[in-house]
């Protein structure tokens, strides 16, 4: 943590039910675990529309992992899914060859199998080597950035060590994309209400104004334990989808004014649809509950 915020500090200087009413954040479907839940907005599950799944902090190799992987097959029979973002913290533990299997290629296998592809972006309990487990999609890299769709382009960041030559790339690429959706994808949440590890505000300072500047619409991130749907930053939707196989929980401050929905008592992963101008998501608990739903419009550039 002490060589991650050194290189900080150098940046620093140098389903699917009818959709209910609009919510006080400017996104539909709000609900949280302290309320009632709002009907659950649906994915249109449209031809031609990216659809796609987000999951973090997941490789455990316990059974709850596992009952949340079936839910996500589940999803899958039904929202043909092509693709899953993955927000870091891929393995727990050791990483032999043996744990790959258990934590990672057995959860997901029905997915794998039917051509699912996995993305993978890396947290501060995951080994660089991953960049080079194929599955990951990562060709050896540990930032990049891939586009499922013309429309559509994800930036895969590495946040534990975001060294000076990495937020370079990320500024280049995010200036030189002409992609109507952009989607950052990293571990370290730059907003969140997690009493464990929160905001990471050094981290905000160099990476916030890239995206407001370079009109990324959508943050996908982990590390604390729980699912966040921050309120609306600067026009940016940030997600905290952090238990797809860890939980802390209760860990979520609903003190901090930021959460616009948040879950914190069992595991959940996300299903997202990208149709044109609109982003729809579910997120989904290891029961099969839909405990937070909504749209979201991209950002329309602003240069």
Sequence with gaps: M?????????????GLLAAPGRGDSGVTGVVTSAQAPAPAVALPNKNGSLKFAVLGDFGTGDRTQYELAQQMTALHE?????????????LYGSERPQDFKVKFEEPYKPLLDAGVKFY???GNHDAREQRYYKPFNMDGKLYYSFSPKANVRFFMLESTY???EQIQWAEKELQGSGSDWKIAVFHHPLYSSGERHGSDTRLREVLEPLFIKYNVSVVLTGHDHFYERVKPQHDITYFVVGSGGQLRKGNIDRGSGLTASGFDTDLVFMGAEIAGDEMYFNAISRQGSVVDSGMLSRRKNSR
Excluded: E, Q, T
């Design 78 to 90: 039904r929202f043909k899914y092509d693709l899953v973002v993955l927000v870091g913290d891929n």
């Design 162 to 164: 975001p060294v000076p």
């Design 120 to 122: 993978a972006a890396l």
């Design 2 to 14: 002490r060589a991650r915020y050194s290189s900080l500090a150098l940046l620093i200087s140098c």
